[in-house]
């Protein structure tokens, strides 16, 4: 993905939830006469020209802009993709409050979006109800008698959306038979990552006391006295660092191989005795275990049987009550969400609370986030921004083909086999072509509470597509994302490059801008998910999306040697003092940067053979290509969230997705005339050459 990791804002507070990519945007091929027409795409203003390139590439494109654009209260990080985000929740919220202020006929679309906002926006009701909502839950939990009751108890609340059960378990897709979908069995029941409780750093250790201090409030904040609430948050921790010692860190976590473990239903009835798997799948409403089983890793598992079976009976009631709380805090009073937001201020560094018009919008789009995609491109993509789009992307594959067939370091065998890949990606474009339509099969009722309405959303939308896809074959043209997100992805299983709407505009794409300006920030981006089907994760999976070898062992051999260039360049990264990027953990992304600039930048030329393009603003079309690239990285951030990123995201912060990976690509190096005794020159011998 491409992400600045728009999710981040919205501050989910489910324990078992986490964040997750990149962006995109349309192609403009314009003829050589219009060309000429066409604004550079740079803004002089924005740059620090008193900053040499070679010395500081981030600053010099984008440091006035950085000036003038201080980081405001309510986000821990500006930008691009933020100011998207909030022209999004205008335009979003113009809609929803349209149909927020008048009644609504009952069962459509319309009543469904008015209800839920109006009922997240109704404070007044939710803080008279206070925590009564999961009152009867938090009770059952209190009242079980023994350990049979208990566990008991813990798989049916998980399977209504509670995450009581410490294990992920549901419905997956087979990752060496991508048409197929299987039961997945996963690690899970911390709430932040391994790191944060085995190895944690300064920063770490103060998000760790104030997820104890939160955990502990909350448990107070629903009848337990102040002794009684630190017994029980002490207890819920010390099984949470229990299954954090021997889950997988995220390094690990990013490898496809070791995170692959199929097996028969009956062998895991046999390998892991202690959870009862078939009451699991009856419980949520599998009507059968369709014979094979992916346990994902078998370590953390085992550890949770232990765990089951022998920890003090009290333990595993705090467990399930904090994960109670945890899963509904977002729909109940606002002493809830007002201390979850000093968690978040600890965090991520943001100071003031997001108003609450905009937590009721993204609370709607989590719920009814198609409906409101619909909605979204029926007025704002129009389109022709599609067939623009599907333009560039064609653009792209062939400048990508080019690049892997010019290769020096892939034999022939191996090539076929990448060209074969290339040309197989899937795109989609803007909006699914098919709906899945899940709010129709719910319904929205005012008379009920907040949290009454989202039960049964969840239930009805798990029986739905437990309907619709199990024993089914996998449908590969289904959306991950929204239209309206700000971002885009690859996936791995359906070999596809997926570009919502929302990022077709301005710094991404911008249609009265000439191609040099366009290529360097949509087409990279465009790029850069396209060499995520061949990062160190993507290429291990064929054209058809199964995991399976394709390469000669030389060639892989070789791959390797180049693409650790970039972990080692990136492990020199100090991004705040004393803390460095992680090169492992984000080979992913810095592969997919910079595969997206270096085929980015070919497309651009040979574009321009066709359209040639002048100097404009005082810079070359090259020039223009990188400093549009510094643009959209552009941001002000909190330090607790550098810290944050460095700590817990795949990607490196932005300010490395510039002055790093920038160093690496040959090309950089003429448009600016970046020498040796710049600070960031890197001889060319030592600059990663992969696609």
């Known amino acids: 993905m491409l992400t600045e990791e728009n999710i981040r804002f919205q501050y989910i507070n489910s324990k078992h939830m986490k964040a997750r990519t990149l962006f995109l945007a349309a192609s403009f091929i314009a003829t050589s006469a219009m060309a000429q027409g066409l604004k550079s795409g740079i803004d002089r203003n924005n740059m620090d020209l008193s900053v040499k390139p070679g010395e500081n590439f981030y600053e010099y494109a984008a440091g006035n802009w950085m000036k003038t654009h201080p980081l405001d209260a309510e986000h821990p990080m500006n930008g691009a993709f933020v100011d998207l985000e909030e022209l999004n929740k205008k335009r979003i919220r113009e809609m929803v409050?349209?149909?927020a202020k008048k009644p609504q006929k009952q069962g459509t679309v319309a009543q469904k979006?008015?209800?839920?906002?109006?009922?997240?926006?109704?404070?007044?009701?939710?803080?008279?109800?206070?925590?009564?909502?999961?009152?009867?839950?938090?009770?059952k939990i209190r009242a079980a008698k023994n350990r049979k009751e208990l566990i008991k108890l813990m798989y049916d609340l998980d399977a209504k959306g509670y995450g009581t059960f410490p294990v992920g378990f549901g419905m997956t897709v087979d990752a060496m038979n991508s048409d197929r979908y299987i039961i997945g069995v996963s690690q899970g029941g911390i709430g932040l990552d391994p790191e944060y409780y085995t190895k944690p750093n300064e920063q770490q250790k103060a998000v760790v006391a104030a997820y104890k201090s939160l955990n502990n409030d909350f448990f107070k904040m629903v009848g337990n006295s102040p002794i009684e609430a630190k017994k029980k948050m002490e207890a819920e921790w010390a099984l949470e660092n229990q299954i954090a010692k021997v889950s997988y860190d995220q390094v690990k976590s990013r490898d496809p191989q070791a995170n692959y473990h199929p097996m028969t239903w009956e062998k895991l009835l046999k390998d892991y005795p202690a959870i009862d798997w078939n009451y699991l799948l009856k419980v949520n409403g599998y009507p059968n275990n369709g014979g094979k089983v992916d346990v994902g890793q078998p370590e953390p598992v085992h550890e949770v049987e232990k765990i089951i079976t022998t920890a003090p009976l009290e333990s595993l009631k705090a467990y399930m009550e904090l994960a109670v709380i945890s899963s509904a805090s977002g729909m109940l009073s606002d002493n809830f969400s007002n201390r979850q937001f000093e968690y978040t201020k600890v965090a991520y560094g943001v100071k003031q609370q997001q108003p609450r018009w905009k937590r009721a919008l993204s609370f709607v789009q989590g719920i009814m986030g198609e409906a409101v995609g619909k909605l979204y491109v029926q007025k704002y993509f129009p389109e022709s921004s599609k067939h623009r789009m599907i333009e560039l992307?064609?653009?792209l594959q062939q400048a990508f083909a080019q690049r892997i067939e010019e290769n020096t370091w892939m034999t022939p065998a191996t090539k076929t086999k990448a060209l074969e890949k290339l040309n197989a990606f899937d795109i989609k474009i803007g909006y699914p072509d098919k709906w899945q339509n899940i709010d129709s099969v719910f319904v929205i009722d005012d008379a009920k509470t907040l949290f009454e309405n989202v039960k049964g959303v969840q239930e009805a939308a798990h029986k739905y597509r437990i309907a619709k896809r199990w024993g089914k074959p996998v449908d590969k043209k289904e959306w991950h994302m929204t239209p309206q997100t700000v971002n885009a992805y690859y996936d791995p299983t359906t070999n596809s490059i997926n570009f919502p709407a929302a990022i077709l505009q301005p710094p991404f794409f911008d249609p009265e801008v000439d191609d040099a300006a366009n290529y360097g920030a949509i087409g990279a981006v465009i790029g850069h998910e396209m060499s995520h089907g061949f990062d160190d994760q993507g290429c291990q999976?064929?054209?058809?999306?199964?995991?399976?070898?394709?390469?000669?062992?030389?060639?892989?051999?070789?791959?390797?040697?180049?693409?650790?260039?970039?972990?080692?360049?990136?492990?020199?990264?100090?991004?705040?003092?004393?803390?460095?990027?992680?090169?492992?953990?984000?080979?992913?992304?810095?592969?997919?940067?910079?595969?997206?600039?270096n085929v980015a930048y070919r497309a651009l030329q040979n574009s321009m053979k066709q359209n040639p393009l002048t100097d404009k603003d005082g810079f070359t079309p090259d020039q223009r290509f990188f400093l549009a690239w510094g643009r959209v990285w552009a941001s002000n951030v909190a330090p607790q969230f550098v810290a944050y990123i460095v700590n817990s995201d795949v990607h490196s912060p932005n300010v490395s997705r510039v002055n790093a990976a920038l160093p690496m690509i040959d090309s950089w190096y003429k448009a600016f005339n970046v020498k040796e005794g710049d600070k960031l020159f890197v001889p060319q011998a030592q600059r990663a050459h992969i696609w």
């Open 97 to 99: 409050e349209d149909y």
């Open 541 to 597: 999976f064929d054209k058809d999306g199964n995991m399976k070898n394709w390469w000669t062992e030389e060639d892989k051999k070789n791959y390797n040697a180049r693409t650790k260039v970039l972990v080692d360049w990136f492990n020199k990264q100090e991004v705040m003092p004393g803390l460095h990027v992680n090169g492992e953990k984000t080979l992913g992304e810095n592969i997919g940067d910079n595969g997206g600039l």
């Open 393 to 395: 992307v064609k653009n």
């Open 113 to 139: 979006i008015a209800s839920i906002y109006n009922l997240y926006m109704d404070s007044t009701r939710r803080n008279r109800d206070g925590y009564a909502p999961i009152k009867p839950v938090l009770a």
